[in-house]
């Protein structure tokens, strides 16, 4: 069936189109964090920058610490259950830094991002 296109192609686009709207989602608010968390709270000007580091900075270092358990995961019980895993805490996730009132609930809900 040459007109068709092989499942495999259709799952690569699909997540690898997530995957891109993802991290675009989570970079393109970086300018504009500093600003955005000095309106949390009264924060000066180094506090605001302090948080705005803390913030950024939590992805990454929950990334680098929980990839190889949910490598581990993902190789025991599938990709698919992972997938599905990840996007449901993305959801919680980011809805959750949508309701941030302070800067260390950002902090928390940048952290478990990783973490669901």
């Not at 995961?73 to 599905?84: A, E, F």
Request: glycine content about 10%; charged content about 10%; some cysteine.
């Amino acid at each position: 069936m040459p007109g068709q296109i092989a499942a495999w192609k259709v799952n690569l686009w699909v997540t690898g189109s997530g995957s891109f709207i993802n991290i675009i989602a989570m970079t393109i608010m970086l300018p504009f964090l500093p600003h955005y968390l000095g309106s949390l709270g009264d924060y000066s000007e180094g506090e605001t920058w302090l948080w705005s580091s803390l913030v950024y900075a939590s992805t990454f270092i929950t990334a680098a610490l929980f990839a190889p358990l949910w490598g581990r995961l993902s190789d025991r019980y599938g990709c698919k259950v992972n997938l599905v895993r990840a996007s449901v805490g993305m959801l919680i996730c980011m809805t959750l830094m949508g309701l941030a009132t302070s800067a260390w609930q950002m902090v928390l809900t940048r952290h478990a991002f990783m973490l669901g």
